[in-house]
């Protein structure tokens, strides 16, 4: 028999060393304050997690931080209609952000996004309504009910876009699932999780089992003035092994015969036919229109937006990385916003089919595109105004 091994010690020291390489590491946390048409934004970004307390008197709020790391603590010069200063102090060896409004009436709301973190305030004038006591530490968003208001001016719109839906099912799983229920499943939780932790407002293409042309699905994001189209699909292959998740932004010259077939999959049937009867030459001509459609200008962004979504798609799930891709999908070309397409995973592989039908791993999925999402809009900050 062995001797038994000195675990407690151990993992004290282990501990110790874990708290103290914590303490020398320097933590930078950027401040900045931006305006939008009827709110205003506080950002607060940190290199690593940070708990924050906030606690309102007056005019003022102040933002308390803690973390066991040393702060480097840096502020944008402010030039808001709300806020009138933003300044670091300390007290009691705690790092205290003053935030000073022009007013004593205002009301805001309180939310974390992000890796590694974002705390986020936006402020709006008016009346103080109920608000978190004084001191209450914000960890989870507060729910943020705008599911069915109209959209306030300067709110920014999100459309998402389930596949299929109706008679068109899309990609079949051995096991009974489709792709249409599946899409839908995910959409509705990716709604769920933007309307909680961000302000903006997201129109689905479809929110129950119907089906909608290609062309409704993109003029619903034009006519909303969409900041971003996300479509939502579940992969289909002939080959039972094929698996992994692939975000997908247009392109105007996919030759990969593979993603042309899915690309023809993912499109309407008359619109494979029509492809097919299509002879080369025409072909050529069709990729010269591509250059003049809505999603042109927009194809630099939206493969950006692949790659974080991707990038996140990749971190969370665990699927096998199929990288991002440029295929011609449909949908996307009258899209006059960045647009991607993510395929999930694959329904006709047995171990994804079954992963796609199960709730965590579709909340997972709406989590990873969120994440993307937010990474995205942190370096394309929307414009306020519409
Ligand atoms: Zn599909």
């Known amino acids: 028999m062995s001797k038994p091994r000195p675990c407690l010690p151990a993992a004290l020291s282990v501990a110790l060393l874990l708290s103290a390489a914590l303490a020398q590491q320097t933590v930078t946390v950027r401040v900045q304050v931006r305006d939008y048409?009827?709110?205003?934004?506080?950002?607060?970004?940190?290199?690593?997690?940070?708990?924050?307390?906030?606690?309102?008197?007056?005019?003022?709020?102040?933002?308390?931080?803690?973390?066991?790391?040393?702060?480097?603590?840096?502020?944008?010069?402010?030039?808001?209609?709300l806020v009138r200063s933003i300044n670091w102090g300390r007290r009691g060896g705690r790092a205290i952000l003053t935030v000073e409004l022009k007013s004593s009436t205002f009301t805001y709301n309180a939310f974390t996004a992000g890796q590694p973190f974002q705390l986020m305030l936006d402020f709006r004038e008016g009346e103080e309504e109920a608000k978190p006591p004084a001191g209450e530490k914000v960890s989870a968003p507060p729910p943020i009910a705008r599911a069915s208001a109209p959209p306030a001016s300067g709110v920014r719109t999100?459309?998402?876009?389930?596949?299929?839906?109706?008679?068109?099912?899309?990609?079949?799983?051995?096991?009974?699932?489709?792709?249409?229920?599946?899409?839908?499943?995910?959409?509705?939780?990716?709604?769920?999780?933007?309307?909680?932790?961000?302000?903006?407002?997201?129109?689905?293409?479809?929110?129950?089992?119907?089906?909608v042309s290609l062309e409704n699905r993109a003029a619903l994001a034009n006519n909303n003035d969409a900041l971003l189209f996300i479509s939502i699909h579940a992969n289909g292959s002939y080959k039972k092994s094929s698996n992994g998740s692939e975000t997908f932004f247009l392109s105007l010259n996919a030759l990969d015969e593979e993603i042309r077939r899915l690309a023809y999959f993912e499109n309407t049937q008359a619109e494979l036919e029509d492809r097919i009867a299509a002879r080369e030459e025409e072909q050529d001509v069709l990729r010269m229109i591509l250059w003049d459609m809505a999603q042109a200008a927009h194809i630099r962004q939206s493969s950006r937006l692949a790659e974080l979504i991707q990038a996140e798609l990749n971190a969370l799930l665990g699927?096998?990385?199929?990288?991002?891709?440029?295929?011609?999908?449909?949908?996307?070309?009258?899209?006059?916003?960045?647009?991607?397409?993510?395929?999930?995973?694959?329904?006709?592989?047995?171990?994804?089919?079954?992963?796609?039908?199960?709730?965590?791993?579709?909340?997972?999925?709406?989590?990873?595109?969120?994440?993307?999402?937010?990474?995205?809009?942190?370096?394309?900050?929307?414009?306020?105004?519409?």
């Open 37 to 81: 048409a009827d709110f205003t934004r506080l950002t607060l970004e940190a290199s690593a997690k940070l708990e924050t307390t906030l606690s309102r008197t007056g005019a003022t709020l102040d933002i308390q931080v803690d973390s066991p790391a040393s702060l480097r603590l840096q502020t944008a010069p402010v030039s808001s209609r």
């Open 319 to 386: 699927t096998a990385n199929r990288g991002i891709k440029q295929a011609p999908f449909k949908v996307l070309t009258e899209v006059a916003c960045p647009a991607v397409l993510v395929e999930v995973a694959f329904l006709s592989n047995p171990d994804e089919e079954r992963r796609l039908v199960s709730e965590g791993f579709q909340n997972n999925v709406a989590q990873a595109i969120y994440q993307g999402l937010v990474s995205y809009i942190r370096l394309y900050p929307p414009e306020g105004g519409r």
């Open 158 to 211: 999100i459309v998402l876009d389930p596949g299929h839906g109706g008679i068109e099912c899309g990609a079949k799983g051995k096991l009974g699932a489709l792709e249409k229920d599946v899409t839908l499943a995910i959409g509705l939780k990716l709604k769920a999780i933007i309307e909680r932790n961000l302000s903006f407002r997201v129109v689905m293409t479809r929110d129950k089992d119907t089906e």
